[in-house]
């Protein structure tokens, strides 16, 4: 089991990444939808992984991924995106991210996700 907080702003993406992960027997520690919230929950409750949406309105993706990897380097994000996005990828890759997963995603392509990176496996 893990804790994991999730960064996102749909509120549907926000119900079922929760419902998901809480199915698979993880921890949702919370839910932040911009930069602040995430560092915030983050320093509160030091979750083994973080996920964030790279393209969230408002708000990108990015900066947030830099935030949270500049205060916590250690973190370990799983950037969720969406076809199309694969600069945005390769840009997260850069930055540090240890995990993708592609929207529209099933339940055994998230749960395969989380045990890789808790298991610290390359991308």
């Not at 509160?44 to 949406?53: A, M, V, Y």
């Not at 949270?68 to 990828?89: H, M």
Request: proline share 3%; aromatic share 6%; net charge negative.
């Amino acid at each position: 089991m893990a804790k994991i907080l999730i960064i996102e702003n749909s509120i549907f993406m926000k119900g079922s990444l929760k419902f998901l992960l809480e199915q698979a027997k993880h921890f949702v520690v919370g839910v932040a939808t911009n930069t602040e919230e995430a560092l915030r929950m983050h320093e509160q409750n030091h979750p083994d992984i973080t996920t964030c949406d790279l393209l969230m309105r408002g708000e990108d993706g990015m900066p947030i991924i830099r935030a949270l990897l500049e205060k916590y380097p250690n973190s370990k994000i799983v950037a969720v995106w969406v076809s199309g996005l694969e600069t945005k990828i390769e840009e997260a890759k850069q930055a540090g991210i240890v995990g993708i997963l592609e929207k529209p995603y099933k339940f055994e392509d998230l749960t395969k996700e989380i045990e890789r990176v808790l298991n610290a496996r390359s991308i």
